[in-house]
């Protein structure tokens, strides 16, 4: 089945400088590419998407890229602030028939130090 | 708009016994979702209803069970706890069953001594 490998586990940076989070994937099926945050407490949050036929999708200070041949994927995220601290998530989407069910790479905390 | 509401947020119970989670969105969506978190292993999917009237295993469906009430609600009955399933439970929905937005509940805290 898909597999999601996310690195690192852990990432500490200093407000202001850039974080870059990355995943692997293994079902060269998968078409869809989220990244979700999660604040203490709460659940997660769709922060931004890629589908497979697009390299780069930014929004604002987040950006993710796609490289489909090396099946690899990575969220980019410039001028940290504090608030940016959190757990991210990648995702894959299987895709079997219809069904298009995420699996989740095991997050990365960032902690973003003022 | 309360978006995904899970109940209850904390639950602490004894190893046999069992219990419900439930959950509710208003968002009109058709396809909902359960998810274990534990530390280190992200999200794993443990049952999913693509449309209301059906549901299906996902990748750790066992010891649950789920039911699609109606096209708001779906529940994760857990008949006899075991400590191994102590985690953070999350309730999630989507408009469909083809990739999209995940949208998450605040998570479920349940123990099991």
């Known amino acids: 089945g898909e597999n999601v490998e996310q690195h690192p586990s852990t990432l500490s940076v200093q407000e202001g400088d850039s974080a870059v989070i990355k995943c692997t994937y293994s079902d060269s099926a998968s078409n869809y590419f989220p990244w979700y945050k999660q604040e203490l407490g709460k659940g997660p949050q769709l922060i931004i998407d890629i589908r497979s036929n697009v390299g780069e999708k930014k929004d604002q200070r987040i950006a993710v890229t796609l490289n489909k041949t090396a099946k690899h994927f990575s969220l980019h995220i410039t001028e940290t602030q504090p608030e940016d601290s959190a757990v991210y998530f990648c995702?894959?989407?299987?895709?079997?028939?219809?069904?298009?069910?995420?699996?989740f790479g095991k997050g990365t905390k960032l902690s973003v130090k003022p | 708009n309360a978006g995904v509401t899970q109940t209850p947020k904390f639950q602490v119970l004894k190893t046999g016994q069992s219990m419900t989670l439930q959950c509710a969105q208003d968002?009109?969506?058709?396809?909902m979702y359960w998810y274990r978190q534990d530390p280190g292993m992200g999200l794993r999917l443990i049952y999913y209803s693509a449309s209301e009237g059906t549901t299906d295993k996902g990748e750790v469906p066992n010891g649950y069970n789920v039911s699609r009430l109606n096209k708001r609600e779906f529940s994760l009955r857990l008949e006899s706890a075991a400590p191994s399933q102590t985690s953070v439970y999350f309730c999630a929905s989507k408009v469909s069953d083809a990739p999209g937005e995940l949208f998450f509940g605040e998570g479920s805290r349940l123990t099991v001594l």
């Open positions: 995702a894959a989407s299987i895709v079997r028939g219809s069904q298009g069910n995420l699996i």
């Open positions: 968002m009109n969506h058709n396809s």
